[in-house]
């Protein structure tokens, strides 16, 4: 891509509400648009991160064996009667009428939809254990959207459901989404901490956040620094690595202000290893056995003929906010630097030249070249600026490897720079085998 041909609205003006870096810098480098009051439109830049998010999010779902589907946006009342959350819900549901007059909604969330599917399609035991997921918009009226994509009324989720036959199994399930959860965070090069969690308007028994740290957090959060040592490579998928898994991750302290004992922090941690700062939501997972299968009589066979309501767990994972989280988690003096997984480009090709002297412009378009063949994505700064501006703007842009094709380049050799770190002279093929690693 040609940086001169990239749709990417560079604003210097931002306003007043943008108060922590990711809003202020999604909006200085083109990422996402408002629209509306906590509403927003994703431009190319933002809407590649966001669709590399989406895609890791989804090869862990698969992974563990959850069957991604789509369910619409716009939901009927009546099941959410049925569960009882219509009332319950409040003003943060979005309440529609079509024009016959039915109740409708902007789904905030899908365990009443999903619920209504499983009910009408599945009965015996025989087809149990399922998960099933999607990655849709969701809607929230929130009260007070703020810090851009954070907290914002239209969002995207991915959330899962899972369908079990006993609290046992149900439990499986649980762990097996868990660990993929901390698999996810980790390839999106975020470190997130599960913690213990009220169950809220979900309602259940057995929930936990993942929060990553961030000052710009909105959750108080405090824990044990060793909790980061936990190797995820020792574990597997068999049901007793997994519920080892869960116990060695919770048994070390770390709890969102909600659920903080001060007592219990000071006296489990030592002073060495406490953290005390602010943390991002990024998931939230739920075991809520029958809440929502029993008023809706979602029921299932056993073994022995008997009906019996179905165990729910609900798993959910904020797409879009992971976006700005990643900026709050990786942006640095002044620079943003994005993980490889996630970054908009592989790399950035920066040639020094002007209308007089294109020669650093012509070497950039064969380097360009080169590395398309090698499907590396690529983007060429080929705008006409001095190089000290275009280092401004791609500092904030943050993607992690630039190729600077000026003063320094050799016949065969260019300035590789890694972003934060020194630069080195490299060869084409050097180069290439860099950004295929
Ligand atoms: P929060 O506590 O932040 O309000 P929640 O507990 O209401 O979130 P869940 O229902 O658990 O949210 O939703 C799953 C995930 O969706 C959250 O972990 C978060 O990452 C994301 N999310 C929730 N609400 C919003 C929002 N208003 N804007 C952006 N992302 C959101
Ligand atoms: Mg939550």
Known sequence: MYLSQLFIPITKDLPAEAKIKSHQLMLQTGMIRQSSAGIYSWLPLGFKVMKKIEQ??????????????????IQSAEIWKESGRYDDYGEEMLRIKDRQGRDMLYG??????????????????????????????KFRDEIRPRFGVMRCKEFFMKDAYSFDLTDDEAKKSYNKMFFSYLKTFNRLG???????????????????????????????????????EINLDKYDFSDASLSKMRKDFTEIYAATDEKFDEKKFNSEVDKKNQIKTKGIEVGHIFYFGDKYSKPMNCLIDDKSGKKISVKMGSYGIGVSRLVGAAIEANYNNGIMKWPRPISPFDTVIIPSFNKNNQENLQKAEKIYQELKKQNIDVLLDDVDENMSNKFKKHDLIGIPFQIIIGSKSEENKFEFKELNSESEMLSLEEIKSKLKR
């Open 56 to 73: 890791i999010v989804r090869e862990e779902q698969n992974s563990i064996g959850a069957q991604e589907m789509l369910m619409p946006t």
């Open 108 to 137: 905030p969330t899908n365990e009443e939809l999903i619920t209504d599917i499983f009910r009408s399609s599945v009965k015996s035991y025989k087809s149990l254990p399922q998960i099933l997921y999607h990655i849709q918009w």
């Open 190 to 228: 975020l470190k997130a901490i599960p913690m213990a969690a009220d169950t809220g308007p979900i309602g259940g028994d057995l929930s936990h956040e993942f929060i990553i740290l961030a000052e710009t957090g909105e959750s108080q959060i405090f824990a044990d620094k060793r909790i980061f």
